[in-house]
């Protein structure tokens, strides 16, 4: 139960609270936009089963490869698209948490 709670928490919640706290300017913009990192899930659709409750995402899939996650730690650092390697790095850590419940 509280490796979901964790694991959505971080995709739902997280966002918001980033959005609330650090982008005073476009705040609905910004959080709708963090909320959409969820959107590199649909890797997930290349996969079968395309659901596996047991599958660590990280390094399965291919937009939650190690190479896919250094592209997204370098656009965080470009200015203009922060906000979008911020949610696909909020995705990431929200996978990586779960992936850590399944391997203890």
Not at 1 to 8: E, N
Not at 23 to 40: A, D
């Amino acid at each position: 139960m509280l490796r979901i709670i964790l694991h959505y928490g971080i995709h739902f919640l997280l966002p918001v609270l980033i959005g609330l706290l650090f982008f005073k300017q476009n705040r609905p913009w910004v959080i709708l936009i963090l909320l959409s990192g969820i959107l590199i899930d649909l890797d997930h659709l290349l996969a079968t089963p395309i659901f596996d409750p047991l599958r660590c995402s990280i390094e399965f899939h291919p937009l939650h490869s190690y190479y896919a996650i250094v592209g997204y730690v370098i656009i965080t650092a470009i200015r203009k698209t922060r906000v979008i390697g911020l949610a696909l790095l909020i995705h990431i850590l929200a996978d990586w948490v779960d992936c850590l419940f399944l391997n203890n």
